[in-house]
């Protein structure tokens, strides 16, 4: 048995769990999660959590075919490693398994990956739904965790950290869903710690005792529990594991953001976000947040454009009262 069991993520999922679609992923960290370093507590814990919110509870392992306009594109995306002729290679390249790899060029890296590292796969060039197959299905998240990301490194170094801000960025290529992947994190850490998905109020009296938490014991998530449960999980590694940087969770100011909807135009694979300040309220503060939105090379113009309309009314209204004055010094 590997680090963490089907029931222990059934245990901290939301909702019902696809037990087919998790089993492919398990499969896959028990036979070959150590030769990418995913057999370690703190790591898989991270690895899951994300897996768990781009699934839905590993309830979908294939993209959702409309075809939406953004999908009719990806026939003529060649910086997916599609063609450029509208042949349907969009549609058969479409994304497949629980972290939704795309396009000819990350399916060709893909197998390229598995034959380097003797795994023997099948031809999912040719027939890309072979993905969607045991252990291919769940290795092609390991696969993108290991160096399919846009770092091309491994995204252990991140889970060493505590860093889930910046496994959300390379993973989803911005913060879209973050607040649900870090209350994924929470509940799938307590699981696999042995306290219940919510229970965090025993987790923080422990993690005191344990001296890996020195906040609140107020029940209620945030950084520092987080911090703490990654160094509890860290304490689970075997000894050979002592040797690794593993720091605690960096403890920030959590901000709500807003997100754009995708951009299926995106350079890579999947879809990216862009992140703006999250505006509430009206008024004033509504209309001071559009403002700072603006480049400043636009807003530049803007205040240009507006000191000549000011200038010329000024004028004009000076034109004006020397007219009237003119008239009514006629008629005195």
């Not at 973050?178 to 306290?195: C, E, I, N, S, W």
């Amino acid at each position: 048995m590997g680090v963490i069991n089907a029931q222990q993520i059934r245990t901290a999922a939301k909702g019902p769990v696809n037990a087919s679609n998790l089993n492919s992923v398990l499969i896959a960290l028990d036979r070959f999660g150590s030769t990418v370093g995913l057999d370690l507590p703190h790591r898989v814990v991270a690895f899951l959590a994300q897996l768990m919110h781009e699934s839905g509870d590993f309830k979908f392992d294939g993209e959702l075919w409309g075809p939406t306009p953004a999908q009719k594109r990806y026939d003529t995306r060649t910086d997916l490693g599609n063609t450029p002729a509208a042949d349907g290679d969009g549609y058969k390249n479409r994304g497949r398994g629980p972290i939704q790899l795309t396009g000819a060029a990350n399916i060709k890296a893909f197998y390229a990956w598995c034959v380097k590292k003797g795994f023997s796969p099948p031809d999912f060039i040719s027939n890309p739904d072979l993905i969607n197959s045991d252990p291919w299905e769940g290795l092609s998240a390991i696969w993108y965790w290991e160096i399919g990301n846009p770092d091309r490194k491994s995204l252990n170094r991140y889970a060493d950290q505590g860093n889930h801000e910046m496994l959300t960025r390379r993973i989803n290529g911005g913060l879209n869903g973050y607040a649900d992947r870090l209350d994924r994190y929470t509940r799938l850490g307590l699981v696999v710690l042995g306290f219940g998905p919510t229970d965090l109020l025993a987790f923080q009296k422990a993690a005191t005792a344990a001296g890996k938490y020195d906040g609140d014991l107020d029940g209620d998530d945030g950084p520092k529990t987080r911090a703490a449960i990654h160094l509890m999980l860290a304490a689970r590694a075997p000894k050979a594991a002592a040797m690794l940087t593993i720091k605690p969770a960096p403890v920030t100011e959590e901000k709500a953001v807003a997100v754009t909807p995708p951009s299926m135009d995106a350079p890579w694979w999947k879809s990216k976000e862009v992140i703006v300040p999250a505006v509430t309220g009206g008024g004033l503060t509504s209309g001071l947040a559009a403002v700072g939105s603006v480049p400043w090379e636009n807003l530049a113009v803007i205040l240009l454009a507006l000191g000549l309309a000011g200038a010329f009314l000024l004028w004009r209204k000076d034109r004006d009262n020397k007219a009237v004055a003119a008239r009514v010094g006629g008629l005195g």
